[in-house]
């Protein structure tokens, strides 16, 4: 309880005029409120001049005594800036006083009023009679619970009026301030002694391992942790380290950035010359290679040179995610190799799935190397489950549980402060419950307060003890603190000086108290629950100002931290913040992240208190964008769908229905995908968009596509291409001239297709966008029909290799299903084979069905030229089931030519053969007409149905006579020169046509006719 009274108020009161008095008390009243209000406090009364208030009711904090003190030596301040009406300042007395009261609400009188009653507040009372002007008297039970954190000068014993023995008083002075001092390792002997071992057993077997050390908040995994690297570094390992927050985490101060930094021994961070000098004197000693550098570049936050840039952005998410991990995992390895490696991650549970795969991806080099990766995570929330455990295939992983201290262990631990046999130690040791933080916290913010016999006052929770520890700080240091405490575990002194808008503010005295430890340049808290608990006893409003303080002072150089405080100081602004933020990380490719940003922001967007409906359509099409990119199609739709019930104007409903017919195309919902553009075109034409309408148009022509309407395909890629270049947008003509490559394929035009795919790969080059490969590949497909089959194999080997060395997987199943059928077609069945089988593996990781049973239809190729009917057979089975699955128009009627080739009857095989031909109604993509009418000649000449390959022959030719094909005729040439020998008995004439045939296919690299050829030759 405290009471406060103005100083001669009686005589202020004679000397004054009642109106002055009147203004006066109402200044006095408000300043006093605010700061009781400020420290917890409750104000229950005002009477005449005094000021009745309590702390710990109705709200208990757990060091409601040290409130107290506090607003008490803040009133005294704050009375000196409240001139009387003689403008002298105020003064006052206070009294102060600790014991339990019963507080209630009283009705009567038609009013309802809190209240509290009990022999503390009449000691408080009396103690504010008997101070002095300027002076705080409090009683002694309250003088032995704050000894720790004030000076004070004894008043003597005294008679209290209403108390019966005489009462030992005390004065405020000032409050004080307390050194930290480090506590014993103890109890944990038995872990470390695990975790030694593996560090000898690394030494004796080169190899490694990884230990994730479990427990609670507070149980010593990081005094395990220190233990641990002393030991290490003892035994000459390096010990690199990371830490995961949970907040306030800027540029470069992630786990993997701060490790490395640490590893490569950037001194400082900030300076992006010393880290552009730390990587290239890595690559230099071969720590890092040219195909890690990219990578590195990120975590450095170094900028990506043009071309490094270009092959970045041309990876798909997935792809990207993998080769960091393995770039990561290698770059970790030689380090290891040159001098043995501790690598810590400290606070795992804090992790995002991204950080996940790349611990995932250290383990597994971990197993490889003289290396430990020693984790650390809270069991509630612990993020390594069966999955994760699944993905490191089996590498050497243990984990450590640590358990709370036994009641011996917590003695020694106590003895570091206190007689460790004390009733007080004792009664710290029980409340702690085995919890070392807990117990070391309980010792340093009680000790000073022992006395013999007294029980210990143990706060019920670790917060209470941490703000015990607080309220001994001066005013300049708390302020410090809660800034810090807003910025997160992990802080810079220039940072905490702009937030706290304090330039000189420093971290010594919290360094003293063990509040916050040096990390390099930086500072941490020294355990994240102190950070927790200063945040908390923060006031709300003050941790908004701070909030607003901090998102100022990362502004744009930082828009994911502006976006966080912005989010937590509740400011309207926030949502907008996010979208910056997401926008920021889907530019550098991190798309999970961007997606949890943009996620995030539509929440707030939707608050009903500081909701932005526009703010929140722009980051629902961002977040249909990033799932769209990362694969979840389903959920992509959903996300633009949301966008369209958000959209204020048509501009924001075109772009929604734009991605929900992108996600249709994808899932194959080719109605719904139509209608979709359907609505968006008129929208974009009526407001002039061009990239808009290009793109649309673009759209619906790979819909046209999709369902063999290869004309109409044809003619909106031309539209496309069209607006692309009025509106001169390289990406939009890199996709036309894509889409009416495609679409001149399909119609068998392939000079035409080479063309478009050359322009098309020339845009991309020099304006350095991410469709490259594929049309790589289709150029080697058009080279084949030229029968330039060696400049297609080239091609096709180009794209392999540049796939592989970025790991870009869409392109590299795409790449490697060319270059099987290339090599099939030069002859190359050994090398087709080895090819095969990578395609096939590629095709299944990716889950792309469509190309499974394209390459299976090679591989059934190779295994009829070795004479193995029967696997041919079941290749081409599989392949025909999977096509059903996907459509049989991309392939169904190529499958049933290939399956007549291996039927086990004439009639069987005439059903294959019209089965195709009937499926040929149902598409217009010209290699089913290619594939499917030489595998119908190939089947009809082995069986000696001279008649029916000949008409086969013909129908072939007659479908690509408006755009000759130099294949096709050798093909329909090879087929009836067969013919022609068999009729004739191989006669000059006949052996001739087949030498030129032979001549012609050598000519064009395509081994594949010469077997039949040669065949034809030897009989």
């Not at 996010?578 to 530019?587: F, K, T, W």
Request: charged share 20%; hydrophobic share 50%; glycine share 8%.
């Amino acid at each position: 309880m405290l009471f406060a009274d103005i100083t001669g108020y009686t005589a202020l009161c004679a000397s004054a005029d009642p109106e002055q008095i009147q203004e006066m008390l109402g200044r006095f009243f408000d300043a006093m409120d605010g700061v009781v209000e400020s420290h917890g406090g409750r104000v229950l009364d005002r009477a005449g001049d005094a000021v009745m208030a309590v702390f710990g009711a109705p709200v208990a904090h757990g060091n409601d005594a040290q409130r107290a003190l506090h607003a008490a030596l803040a009133m005294h301040g704050a009375a000196a800036g409240v001139p009387d009406c003689h403008g002298v300042p105020l003064r006052l007395h206070i009294g102060i006083a600790k014991g339990e009261v019963v507080a209630a609400v009283i009705s009567g009188g038609g009013k309802a009023k809190y209240s509290v009653t009990g022999d503390a507040v009449n000691l408080a009372a009396r103690l504010d009679a008997l101070a002095q002007a300027g002076e705080t008297l409090i009683s002694d039970a309250l003088y032995r619970e704050v000894a720790a954190s004030v000076e004070v000068e004894a008043a003597g014993s005294q008679v209290v009026k209403g108390f019966g023995a005489p009462m030992e008083l005390w004065r405020v002075l000032r409050l004080r301030q307390a050194r930290g001092e480090r506590m014993p390792f103890v109890g944990r002997h038995a872990e470390l002694g695990q975790l030694v071992g593996a560090l000898d057993a690394v030494r004796e077997t080169g190899a490694g391992a990884t230990v994730l050390v479990r427990g609670d908040a507070g149980i010593g995994k990081s005094r395990l942790v220190e233990e641990f690297q002393a030991r290490a570094r003892d035994m000459g390992f390096d010990t690199p380290s990371g830490q995961v927050l949970d907040f306030g985490v800027g540029k470069g101060q992630d786990a993997i950035s701060t490790l490395l930094k640490a590893m490569l021994q950037v001194g400082a961070p900030d300076d992006e010359g010393q880290r552009s000098a730390a990587l290239q004197a890595a690559i230099a000693r071969g720590l890092v290679t040219d195909a890690e550098v990219m990578f590195v570049n990120e975590w450095l936050g170094l900028p990506q040179p043009k071309p490094l840039e270009a092959i970045f952005e041309a990876m798909d998410n997935a792809t990207r995610q993998r080769r960091a991990g393995e770039a990561l995992g290698a770059l970790l390895q030689r380090a290891a190799a040159a001098r043995p490696q501790l690598v810590l991650i400290e606070d795992l549970h804090w992790a995002s799935p991204e950080l996940l795969r790349l611990v995932a991806a250290i383990t597994l080099a971990a197993a490889r190397a003289p290396m430990i990766l020693l984790l650390t995570s809270r069991i509630e929330g612990d993020p390594i489950d069966k999955a994760w455990r699944a993905s490191i295939h089996g590498s050497a992983f243990m984990t450590i549980d640590l358990a709370p201290l036994r009641p011996q262990e917590a003695r020694l631990l106590a003895g570091g402060l206190v007689e460790a046999t004390s009733r007080f130690a004792l009664m710290c040791i029980e409340r702690a419950e085995g919890n070392p933080l807990f117990l070391e916290q309980l010792l340093r913010t009680a000790r000073a307060g022992e006395t013999p016999g007294l029980l210990p006052s143990v706060p019920p929770t670790i917060q209470s003890l941490v703000l015990e520890r607080m309220d001994r700080l001066a005013a300049p240091d708390r302020t410090a603190l809660q800034a810090a405490a807003v910025i997160g575990k992990r802080f810079s002194l220039a940072n905490l000086r702009g937030v706290a808008g304090v330039p000189d503010a420093r971290c010594d005295v919290l360094v003293a108290a063990d509040i916050v430890r040096p990390d390099g340049p930086d500072f941490l808290f020294a355990h994240a629950l102190i950070q927790e608990a200063v945040y908390a006893s923060t006031l709300k409003s003050r941790r908004r100002e701070l909030h607003l303080a901090a998102a100022r002072w990362f502004d744009t150089d930082d828009p994911l931290l502006q976006a966080e405080h912005l989010d937590r100081a509740e400011d309207a602004t926030a949502a907008a913040a996010y979208l910056r933020a997401a926008a920021q990380e889907a530019a550098r490719l991190r798309f999970e992240s961007a997606l949890r940003l943009a996620e995030r922001g539509g929440t707030v967007a939707a608050d009903p208190a500081r909701g932005n409906a526009a703010v929140g359509c722009e980051l629902a099409l961002l977040c249909g964008e990033m799932l769209r990119e990362i694969g979840r199609s389903t959920e992509s739709i959903a996300a633009f769908q949301r966008a369209l019930e958000l959209a204020g104007d048509d501009l924001l409903r075109c772009r929604a229905l734009m991605g929900i017919a992108a996600g249709y195309r994808v899932t194959g919902e080719f109605v719904a995908a139509m209608h979709a553009l359907g609505e968006a075109r008129p929208m974009a034409e009526r407001l002039g968009l061009t990239i808009e309408r290009s793109r649309i148009h673009h759209t619906q022509g790979n819909l046209y596509f999709a369902q063999g309407r290869i004309a109409e395909c044809d003619a909106e890629h031309l539209l496309a291409l069209q607006l692309a270049e009025q509106c001169a947008d390289p990406e939009s003509q890199a996709r036309a001239l894509s889409g009416l490559g495609d679409a001149r394929y399909a119609q068998g035009r392939m000079s035409s297709a080479l063309d478009y795919f050359r322009r098309c790969v020339a845009l991309c080059d020099e304006d350095q966008i991410r469709t490259t490969g594929p049309n790589r590949c289709m150029i080697g497909h058009c080279l084949w029909y030229a029968n330039q089959l060696p400049a297609a194999v080239a091609e096709a080997r180009s794209v392999c290799e540049d796939a592989q060395r970025f790991g870009i997987v869409s392109v590299l199943v795409f790449a490697h299903a060319s270059l099987t059928q290339l090599l099939t077609e030069s002859g190359s069945l050994q090398e087709a084979t080895a090819s095969a089988e990578k395609s096939l593996a590629l095709a299944r990781l990716a889950g792309s069905r469509r190309y499974e049973a394209t390459v299976l239809s090679f591989s059934a190729d190779h295994s009829l030229r070795r004479g193995d009917r029967a696997q041919a057979r079941r290749d081409l089975d599989l392949a025909l089931e999977l096509a059903r699955q996907t459509g049989l128009g991309f392939i169904g009627a190529a499958l049933e030519g290939a399956l007549a080739r291996v039927a086990d009857s004439a009639e069987e095989r005439v059903a294959h053969l019209a089965e195709g031909e009937a499926l040929l109604l149902q598409t217009g993509i010209a290699h089913n007409y290619l594939w499917f009418y030489r595998s119908a000649m190939e089947a009809c000449l082995a069986a000696r149905d001279w008649p029916r390959a000949l008409h086969y022959a013909d129908l072939l030719e007659q479908k690509f006579q408006v755009e000759p094909l130099p294949w096709v005729a050798l093909m329909v040439e090879r087929a009836r020169a067969i013919i022609a020998a068999a009729k004739s008995g191989h006669d000059a004439a006949a052996i001739a046509r087949l030498q030129a045939v032979r001549a012609a296919a050598v000519a064009a690299g395509n081994g594949w006719v010469l077997a039949g050829i040669d065949h034809a030759l030897a009989n």
